[in-house]
């Protein structure tokens, strides 16, 4: 029985890996305790950088980064379940999703994880935004803003 659930899972897990990813390293946020065990990112402005959620706990959780406006959105609910952009993940209990987005300005962006009660209880990041081209700016306005 046990086996025949994880069969089905992972074919979903393939298809909300984000869409394709240049050659970063990525990194990977585990969950565990209703909180992100990496607290503190660090990314380069106008690179795509995969980031792999791997939820350790019983129970589902999200990953919404965004600037404070979007945050207020969440608070206040909106969609049950997100996976249609790169910026919003629902991570269902003991499953992993990545995805890969580009954060074109410098700047903290927070992560938080909307679902009731668990920011009061301190599931709360930050991504540092980082300007990795001086004297280019043309390039970073030209990059996507995914993350806005
Ligand atoms: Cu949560």
Do not use: K
């Amino acid at each position: 029985m046990r086996l025949g659930l994880l069969l089905l899972v992972v074919p979903l897990a393939l298809l909300a890996s984000g869409c394709g990813g240049g050659p970063d390293g990525g990194e990977t946020i585990a969950i565990r305790y209703s909180h992100f065990m990496t607290d503190e990112l660090e990314v380069v402005a106008g690179e795509p950088i995969t980031i792999t959620l791997r939820n350790d706990d019983p129970i589902a959780h999200e990953w919404i980064v965004g600037t404070e406006d979007v945050h207020e959105i969440h608070r206040n609910g909106t969609e049950p379940y997100h996976d249609t952009r790169p910026t919003e993940v629902s991570i269902p209990a003991y499953e992993t999703r990545e995805t890969t987005l580009i954060f074109a300005e410098p700047g903290e962006y927070a992560y938080i994880c909307h679902l009731p009660g668990h920011e009061v209880y301190g599931m709360v990041g930050t991504v540092r935004v980082v300007d990795g081209r001086i004297g280019r700016p043309g390039e970073l306005a030209a990059a996507r803003n995914e993350a806005r």
